[in-house]
């Protein structure tokens, strides 16, 4: 007998838990939303509360989805992302590539040092990709070289390739650690180390050189002739060495799809060699087109196992301390998938991390989790909801036991040795 094999779609809401709120009469955004659908989906199946890595711990949005992606602990909590980035334009890296994260900036040049004027040139757009092509195959060193390429806006990839390149170098961008405020300078964080003091060397090179270059540009004397700031400094942040990320999909051979507004996003989707799917409506606000998400989840589950659909609007809104629009929010989403028609796939719904809209920061507290299996068991949670799930049968479990639930339900485990690392990784 071939066992059953559904098709199934992850909701990731980000920042999507919460806690009670004064102005919401004492309940979270979700306890508080107009959620009829989800409910009825929490009543016919099982609910829990997910700690994306461990208990207590707040994580970003690229750990929490990084683990739903199927990356190890070790793995989703070691991401940079310059990598990330870098797949987000689908720059096509080596390994050993070192990948940053890089703004054009206006500076000015004060003896060895330079001042940083504007972090983002006036968040320059036009002539980027101009400026980029003067910046290319750059010689910062000996056999190193480093290349700029253009992300959106004033927001840039840098790339240096070259033997023995470390990552254990500090930020040149001030919103990075360990920085000397206002001097654009990158140093190693180990003295002994004699690859990290190269590389911060070839850094720094790269920011003389790329001042000389871009402060000729012609792009920026207009700039200056226009009175705008002329984007003549690269500041670096995010740097990370290139490799190969597996994820436990991958090796269980399930086709993932992702849809998703954000680059940070797509670009880890592409890193975990899933197919990455945008479209301009895609924003991170409540705005966003979940019908047009919806869509795209339906046409790419005809050629897809499973397909992600990432959702920002609860996260932001949490950020600014709306949690009145957070719950209005959640209300419209539950509305959109109930005319989604997608009861005959299993249907995970499920954040990265939980946010917190009283102070606008992420939170360690563990996210309400719910799992639609049509051939599944039930519990006794009958509502979706922090309070609710605490009561359900997935009881309170990690975000890769989460995602190992997802996979069973589809019935993708059937052949999974549960020795094989590679899946399962407590302490990995
Ligand atoms: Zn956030």
Redesign the pocket.
Known sequence: MTHHRLKGIVFIL??LGDRPCAELDRCTPLEYADTPYLDKLARLNQCGLMDPVLPGLPVD?HTGVGILFGLSPHDATHLSRGPIEAAGIDLKPQWGDLLFRANLATVEKDGDHYRILDRRADRIRDGVIELCQALQELKVGDNLFASLFPATQHRCVLRMRGPRLSAEISDTDPTGKAVHKGILQARSRNSKDENAQKTADAVNEFTRLSHHILSRHPLNLQRIHQGENPANGVLTRGVGAYRDFSSTLSYLRIKAAVIAGESTILGLARLCGFTALSDPSFTALPNTDLRKKLDFAHSALKTHDLVYVHIKAT?TTA?DRDPAAKARFISHFDSVLEQSDMEAHVIAVCADHS?DSLYGE?SGDPVPVLLHNPVGRQDLADQFGEKTCSMGALGRLNGQGFLLSTLDAMGCLPNLKPSDMTVYRPNG
């Open positions: 980000d920042g949005t996260d950020h946010t992420h």
